[in-house]
C-alpha cells in the first residue's frame, strides 16, 4: 500500500476550474488567492468527466494539465480525482446499463449524481478507461501527491446484473440453500427458497421480512461497491504504484461498513458538515469529534479532512453562517482528532446550478475581501505551525464499538421500540467518556481488542462468530468492558441466541438478561445507587438476573423496582459491566469518573469542564472550547506551542478558544 506523504499540514479544497474554462482569468485569479489564502493542496477533476471526455473515446486533458502545471508552479499540490462520482449525459443515452434500477424495478433517468450501477461492466470499463488515461497522462506530473477516487460513494442499483451479483454473493457465503434456508429462518411465513434464483434483493413492492436477508443485501452492497472501487483502482495501482488512494467518506453513514471498504484505500478521507452554531454547542463538537476518532480509527492513521465548509452549507434545513472564531476552531479540532489535512468544499463557489450558494473560500464577488476569506487565511496561518503533527496519532487506550452491520441488525430490528436509539445510545458513551479527558478510538467488532484497557460497547446487539470469545479473552486479560441494554441477542444472520441472553456473552457479564420493557418517550424508570442517588432511565430496561455478577443500582418503578440495573461481574483478572438501560448523562459522567481511573486509562485533562475537548497527538495535547461562552480549565503541564509560555496552571478559554500545548515528559515541569 501506498502511504500519503505530506511534508506539511494539507490546506485547500475541490477546485472545479473545469467549469471556468472560459475565463481564464478567474483561473488566473484563483492561483493567486490559493497563495494569499496559505492554500497548498487542491483536490481537482471531481466531476469533471464531461470536460475531460466531451464525447465516447476523445480525451480532453490539456486544460487539465494546464492547470495542473500552474499549481505546481505555484507550489501547491494536488489530489487527482478519478470522475466516476457523476457521467456524461452521452454515457447514459448509448449505454443504459450504467445507470441505477430502483427498488421497484424501474431504471432511472440520466441525472443527479451517484446513479451508477456498481455492477455494469460497460461503467467499470468506461471508468477504467478514463482512469487508465488519467494515470498515463498524469501519473508522474510533480503536484501530483495522491489519488481521489470518484467522491462519496453510496447507494445501491437493483438491476438484473446486481441481483446476478447477489445470488453470486449468496453462494459464495452459504454455499447450499438449505443453510441460507436455515440461517435466514425462511420456514417464517412460507419463504423458503427452492432455487437460487428466486433470490432478489429486498425491496418494498416484494420481500422485506428476512432479516437475514436484509443484513445480506447490505452486506453485499458494501462488497459490491468495495469491488468497484477495487476496479476503479487497479489501473491506477498498475501506473502508480507509489500514489496513495483514498475517497471520501461521510459522517456516521451507515449505507456502507466503512471499516470494510477501508480495506482498499490507502488512507480515509471524511467530509465534514457538522451545524455550529445550532443547539447545544458540546453535542455538535462531540458528533464531530467522533467521526473523526472514527475515520482515524478505520486504518489506524491519520486521514485526510477532504471536505468542509468555509462558511455555510447549502443543504441542512436552515444553514447558518460559522460565527467568528468557529472556523478556526473547528479546523484545528479536525487537526486535534488525527486529520492531516484542512480541505473545504469549496474553493470558488460555483455560478449556476444546485451549489450555487454553497460556502466557499471565494465568493461571487470574486476577490479576497470577505469575512469567510480571511478566516481561511487565519487557517492557513495556523496550520504551519502545527506541521509536528503530521504522521502523529493519539496513544488511545480506550476505545467504543460502532459497528456497522451491528447496527443494521437494530435498524431491522421490530421491537421492542420502533427506534431502538443505538446511535443516541453510542453517542452518550462517547460523550461521557470524553468528559473524562481521554483519546478514544472508535472500532467494530473485527478489530483488535487487545491494546485496549478499556472498552464500551453499546447495544452490542449482533455478535459475529468469534466476538464473544475474544471480548472473553479481553477481560479475562485483564481490562473493562462496557455493555448495556439489549446486548448479545442474535448472531451474524440476525437469529436468536438460545438459552439465555446475552447469548454468548452471559458468563462473560454473569448475568441472564429475561426480558426487556420498553417505555415510551415521555416515561422514565429509576435507577438507584447503593448511596441512595437516583437517576432517570428511559427508552429500555432488560430485566436481569445476577449470575455471580454484582449489583451496582437497581430499578426504583414499575414491577420490576428493586431488580439490578447496573452490574459489574469480575471475570478472570478484568470485570464486565452492565448497564441494563439508558440513564441520563450524568449518570454515566458518574459511572465513567469511576471506571476510567480503574481501568488505567490516564486522562489527558481529568474532569473536563462542560463543553471543553481535549486531544494528543504525538507530543501536543488540544484544549479547544466548544461551550459558547468563556470557561476556565486547567492546562496540562507543558509549554504553549504559540506562545512558548509554561502551561501548568488554570488558564481561561474565551468562546471558541483553543490552546496547544507541547507536553512535558513524564515527571518533568
Ligand atoms: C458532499 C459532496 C460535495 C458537495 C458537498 C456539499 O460532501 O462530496 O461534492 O456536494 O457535499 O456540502
Ligand atoms: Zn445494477
Known amino acids: 500500500m501506498a502511504e500519503l506523504k505530506l511534508p ?31 492554500c497548498n493542496l487542491m483536490s481537482v477533476g471531481i466531476f469533471a468527466w464531461s470536460a475531460l471526455e466531451p464525447e465516447e473515446g476523445r480525451f480532453t486533458f490539456d486544460w487539465l494539465e494546464d492547470v495542473l502545471d500552474q499549481l505546481h508552479e505555484a507550489g501547491i499540490s494536488v489530489f487527482l480525482a478519478t470522475p466516476s462520482g457523476a457521467r456524461p449525459a452521452w454515457m447514459s443515452q448509448r449505454w443504459p446499463e450504467v445507470l ?29 478507461r478514463i482512469n487508465r488515461a488519467l494515470a498515463e497522462r498524469f501519473g508522474s506530473h510533480p503536484a501530483v501527491v495522491g489519488w481521489h477516487i470518484s467522491n462519496e460513494y453510496s447507494g445501491e442499483c437493483h438491476c438484473e446484473l446486481c441481483q446476478e451479483a447477489f445470488r453470486q454473493f449468496l453462494k459464495a457465503r452459504y454455499s447450499t440453500l438449505d443453510a441460507l434456508n436455515r440461517a435466514w429462518w425462511t420456514g417464517f411465513w412460507s419463504k423458503t427458497y427452492t432455487d437460487w434464483s428466486q433470490l432478489h434483493s429486498p425491496t418494498t413492492i416484494g420481500e422485506t421480512s428476512i432479516h437475514g436477508l436484509n443484513l445480506a443485501w447490505r452486506r453485499f452492497v458494501t462488497h459490491q461497491t468495495a469491488d468497484f472501487i477495487k476496479a476503479e483502482i487497479a489501473p491506477l495501482r498498475q501506473l502508480t504504484p507509489d500514489l496513495p488512494v483514498t475517497t471520501n467518506l461521510m459522517e456516521m453513514f451507515g449505507g456502507l461498513n466503512y471499516f470494510e471498504l477501508a480495506d482498499v484505500l490507502d488512507f480515509a478521507s471524511f467530509d465534514s458538515y457538522p451545524r455550529w452554531g445550532h443547539g447545544d454547542g458540546e453535542q455538535v463538537a462531540l458528533s464531530a469529534a467522533f467521526n473523526y476518532d472514527w475515520m482515524r480509527s478505520l486504518k489506524q492513521k491519520p486521514f485526510a479532512l477532504m471536505e468542509s465548509t468555509p462558511s455555510q452549507v447549502n443543504w441542512h434545513e436552515v444553514c447558518k453562517l460559522k460565527k467568528p472564531g468557529m472556523h478556526l476552531l473547528s479546523s484545528l479540532q479536525a487537526i486535534a482528532h488525527g486529520a492531516d489535512t484542512v480541505q473545504y468544499f469549496q474553493w470558488r463557489k460555483s455560478r449556476g446550478a444546485a451549489e450555487k450558494f454553497h460556502g466557499a473560500v471565494v465568493d461571487h464577488a470574486g476577490h479576497e475581501h470577505t469575512r469567510t476569506f480571511r ?23 480506550a476505545a467504543l464499538i460502532f ?3 451491528n447496527r443494521w441488525a437494530l435498524e431491522d430490528c421490530q421491537g421492542p421500540r420502533r427506534d431502538m436509539g443505538h446511535d443516541k445510545t453510542v453517542l452518550a458513551h462517547y460523550r461521557a467518556l470524553k468528559r473524562q479527558g481521554v483519546d478514544l478510538d472508535i472500532i467494530d467488532e473485527t478489530c483488535d481488542f487487545s491494546r485496549y484497557r478499556l472498552i464500551a460497547a453499546p447495544m452490542l446487539y449482533m455478535l459475529r462468530p468469534g466476538v464473544a470469545e475474544r471480548l472473553a479473552d479481553y477481560v479475562r486479560n485483564g481490562s473493562i468492558l462496557v455493555c448495556t441494554c439489549f446486548t448479545g441477542r442474535v448472531d451474524q444472520d ?4 438460545l438459552g439465555g441472553f446475552p447469548g454468548p456473552l452471559r458468563q462473560v457479564l454473569g448475568l441472564w438478561a429475561e426480558e426487556t420493557d420498553a417505555l415510551y418517550d415521555d416515561e422514565h424508570n429509576g435507577l438507584q445507587t447503593p448511596e441512595g442517588r437516583v437517576y432517570a432511565c428511559d427508552a429500555l430496561c432488560d430485566l436481569i438476573h445476577t449470575e455471580g455478577a454484582e449489583t451496582l443500582a437497581v430499578y426504583t418503578e414499575d414491577f420490576y423496582a428493586g431488580m439490578p440495573c447496573v452490574t459489574v461481574n469480575r ?38 469542564p462542560a ?24 492546562l496540562p503541564t507543558g509549554r504553549d506551542l504559540l506562545t512558548g509560555e509554561r502551561t501548568n496552571e488554570r488558564a481561561t478559554l474565551p468562546v471558541n478558544g483553543f490552546r496547544i500545548v507541547r507536553l512535558s515528559p513524564e515527571g518533568e515541569n
Not at 14 to 21: A, G, R, V
Not at 611 to 628: E, K, P, Y
Request: with cysteine.
Open 8 to 38: 506539511f499540514i494539507g490546506h485547500g479544497g475541490d477546485y472545479n476550474p473545469d467549469q471556468w474554462l472560459d475565463r481564464p482569468d478567474i483561473l488566473e485569479e484563483d492561483i493567486r488567492l490559493m497563495k494569499l489564502a496559505g
Open 100 to 128: 441505477r434500477v430502483r427498488p421497484d424495478g424501474g431504471r432511472n433517468l440520466h441525472g443527479g449524481r451517484h446513479n451508477h450501477c456498481f455492477t455494469s461492466p460497460a461503467y467499470r470499463s468506461f471508468v477504467q
Open 375 to 397: 478566516d481561511v487565511q487565519a487557517v492557513g496561518g495556523l496550520l504551519p505551525r502545527l506541521k509536528d503533527v503530521v504522521g502523529a496519532m493519539p496513544d488511545a487506550r
Open 403 to 405: 459497528d456497522a452491520e
Open 494 to 497: 440476525d437469529l436468536c441466541f
Open 571 to 608: 471475570f478472570g483478572k478484568g470485570r464486565a459491566y452492565y448497564i441494563a438501560t439508558c440513564p441520563e448523562a450524568c449518570y454515566l459522567d458518574d459511572f465513567y469518573r469511576t471506571v476510567v481511573p480503574e481501568a488505567g486509562v490516564k486522562p489527558i485533562i481529568p474532569e473536563l
Open 611 to 634: 463543553g471543553v475537548q481535549v486531544t494528543r497527538r504525538g507530543d501536543l495535547a488540544f484544549v479547544m472550547n466548544f461551550s459558547g461562552a468563556p470557561v476556565e480549565v486547567s
